[in-house]
């Protein structure tokens, strides 16, 4: 997970390994790069606005080394048409209106990596 706000990380590490995920977070890009190249994430939730730059750049920055390409999607506060097409068309399977409903999420993170629901 990427985001910036230690908040809103914490609130969705707590919810996600509840759920049985193992979550790495961490809040700006660079630390994005690092981290998902040393782990391979499946699934990489994704801040657009980060200290550091735009968090789309992850997707072109991991997309040449990684073994297996993880889902992308994207956490956003701009509800614009065009802020989510600018999201799909650079890769994200999926783009979501922060704040997220909790169920949605894990229902969403649940079809994103193709878990049966419990």
């Keep these: 997970m990427v985001e910036d706000s230690t908040l809103v990380r914490d609130a969705l590490r707590v919810l996600l390994e509840s759920t049985g995920h193992r979550v790495s977070d961490v809040g700006t890009l660079e630390d994005a790069v690092a981290t998902a190249t040393r782990d391979e994430p499946d699934?990489?939730?994704?801040d657009l606005t980060l200290p550091d730059g735009d968090g789309l750049a992850l997707i072109g920055r991991l997309a040449p080394g990684q073994r297996k390409r993880p889902v992308y999607v994207a956490l956003t506060g701009r509800d614009d048409p065009s802020e989510r097409t600018r999201c799909l068309s650079a890769g994200c399977a999926d783009v979501l209106l922060k704040p997220v409903?909790?169920?949605?999420?894990?229902?969403s993170v649940r079809q994103w990596l193709s878990e049966p629901v419990s």
């Design 43 to 46: 699934l990489i939730l994704l």
């Design 101 to 107: 409903p909790v169920r949605a999420l894990v229902a």
